[in-house]
Nanobody
Framework: VRLVESGGGLVQAGDSLTLSCAAS????????MAWYRRAPGKQRELVAG????????NYADSVKGRFTISRGNAKNTMYLQMNSLKPEDTAVYYC?????????WGPGTQVTVSS
């Protein structure tokens, strides 16, 4: 299984950005997928994710109302729409998928928000 993120970049505070994640190497749909991030000097944290069963979503308090997680039309694709970005959103963003109890990770994509 391989996960690849894309869409990161350098933006200004208040701008929007959409991250994409595509999973390959698996023939069936993945229910549990999520976005995490790791800011400099901080631990990795959950940003947004689809819960077990795939029907519900949860968000970190810091991004509620600003970020939206969604699935793409193509199987095992996922997006993170990020609006009203803040400098504290600066981090490496990772796509994650749980398959048969094992967590797979993409290499990450850098998001930098300047003030």
């Amino acid at each position: 299984v391989r996960l690849v993120e894309s869409g990161g970049g350098l933006v200004q505070a208040g701008d929007s950005l959409t991250l994409s994640c595509a999973a390959s190497g698996i023939t069936y749909s993945i229910n549990v997928m999520a976005w995490y991030r790791r800011a400099p000097g901080k631990q990795r944290e959950l940003v947004a994710g689809f819960t077990s069963g795939g029907g519900s979503t949860n968000y970190a308090d810091s991004v509620k109302g600003r970020f939206t997680i969604s699935r793409g039309n193509a199987k095992n694709t996922m997006y993170l729409q990020m609006n009203s970005l803040k400098p504290e959103d600066t981090a490496v963003y990772y796509c994650s998928a749980r398959i048969r109890g094992y967590d797979y990770w993409g290499p990450g994509t850098q998001v930098t928000v300047s003030s």
